[in-house]
């Protein structure tokens, strides 16, 4: 397993509006059509705003590639963004690290991830002789400033009201002591706990049709891979404003 443990960020936004966008899955166009929708939203709004991305940029969709040079670039103008970390940001440096088999990478709909870097996932089996081999030429195929940039990613981002994370949290444990694997891949013990939960938390992971909006529990998956509905929440003085591309 790897060693470090992702950085996790503690925020005081005061009056600053903060817009979660959900998990992006390679569609670029749709990324592109949120920011536009932001900044016309907050065109009324004075002062800096911030954009929080929940993870899982990558997979599935067709732009894989170009939504992480899209996220590495500077944010719209007047705006600051973090980008956190989702699971399949970290199952892609998992496989790259050698911690993951090929096969299991592309259940995670990786093989769209290596088309939009020019790669082939089908015939790639087919011209390295070796896994060691075909894992090789992946590795040295996919810019390294990609790949420093996705491990540079924090997992959270906790505010006074607000925790903003992929995945949820384990309901048991305060919010210091929660595992990376948990705060990227949780489902089943984050919705099904009893436990009142801290704060309200802000998430993707876990793809519905539409926002699941519960008193303390904000899902903005919408499955935008397929679905062509990418999910913004504005988050503003204590009150949220949902909208979509």
């Known amino acids: 397993m790897p060693s470090t443990v992702r950085e996790r960020l503690k925020l005081d936004p005061g009056d600053i509006p903060i817009y979660a966008i959900g998990d992006i899955h390679g569609r670029l166009d749709l990324l592109q059509k949120a920011e536009q929708a932001i900044i016309d939203d907050a065109a009324a709004i004075p002062g800096r705003k911030l954009i929080i991305t929940l993870g899982d940029y990558i ?13 590495m670039a500077l944010p719209p103008e007047n705006f600051d963004r973090i980008c956190l ?49 075909l894992d090789g030429f992946i590795k040295k195929s996919i810019p390294k400033p990609h790949v420093d940039f996705l491990r540079s990613l924090p997992i959270f981002v906790d505010t006074p009201n607000v925790l903003f994370v992929h995945a949820g949290i384990d309901p048991m444990l305060p919010i210091d002591a929660q595992s990376d694997e948990d705060l990227v891949f949780i489902r089943h013990r984050f919705f099904e706990s009893r436990q009142p939960l801290p704060k309200l938390i802000v998430h993707g992971h876990t793809p519905n049709d539409e926002p699941e909006v519960l008193p303390t529990r904000l899902n903005l998956d919408t499955a935008a891979f397929h679905s062509g509905k990418l999910t913004v929440a504005r988050l503003w003085k204590g009150r949220v404003h949902l909208f979509q591309t």
């Open 59 to 71: 997979d599935r969709g067709p732009s894989s590639a170009q939504v992480i040079s899209h996220l």
């Open 85 to 133: 970390t989702g699971n399949h940001e970290t199952t892609m440096l998992d496989y790259l690290d050698g911690l993951v088999s090929f096969s299991d990478w592309m259940r995670m709909g990786s093989d769209a991830l290596l088309r939009s870097y020019g790669l082939d996932p089908e015939q790639l089996p087919l011209v390295f002789s070796t896994a060691a081999k």
